[in-house]
Nanobody, 120 residues
Framework: QVQLVESGGGLVQPGGSLRLSCAAS????????MSWYRQAPGKERELVAT????????NYADSMKGRFTISRDNAKSTVYLQMNGLKPEDTAVYYC?????????????WGKGTLVTVSS
């Protein structure tokens, strides 16, 4: 059974930090590019960051560059999102996404999300 389980969300003050984790199981994690998306209330889901299968390349949405860092540990089948300098506009549900490569190309998995609230 495929699972992507996000954790680490919560309430944080502006300027604070959080580290999100996404634990994967049920598929060959190392063959999937991993991404974080977020969806704020009343808005469409947007891409936050992506990391390639080996972790050698990362990509960020412009508004997250320099504040967020995506990383992965293939031995633990886990992807992380370190978020620093959080702003109220970062408030959203953050989702983990897995996109297959090679023979797994076209296969997509989603987690159920973890809520991040940035407020004083």
């Amino acid at each position: 059974q495929v699972q992507l389980v996000e954790s680490g969300g919560g309430l944080v003050q502006p300027g604070g930090s959080l580290r999100l984790s996404c634990a994967a199981s049920g598929f060959t994690f190392s063959r999937y590019a991993m991404s974080w998306y977020r969806q704020a209330p009343g808005k469409e889901r947007e891409l936050v960051a992506t990391i390639t299968t080996t972790g050698g390349n990362t990509n960020y949405a412009d508004s997250m560059k320099g504040r967020f860092t995506i990383s992965r540990d293939n031995a633990k089948s886990t992807v992380y999102l370190q978020m620093n300098g959080l702003k109220p506009e970062d408030t959203a549900v953050y989702y983990c996404n897995a996109a297959g490569s090679g023979v797994y190309y076209g296969i997509i998995y989603w987690g159920k999300g973890t809520l991040v609230t940035v407020s004083s």
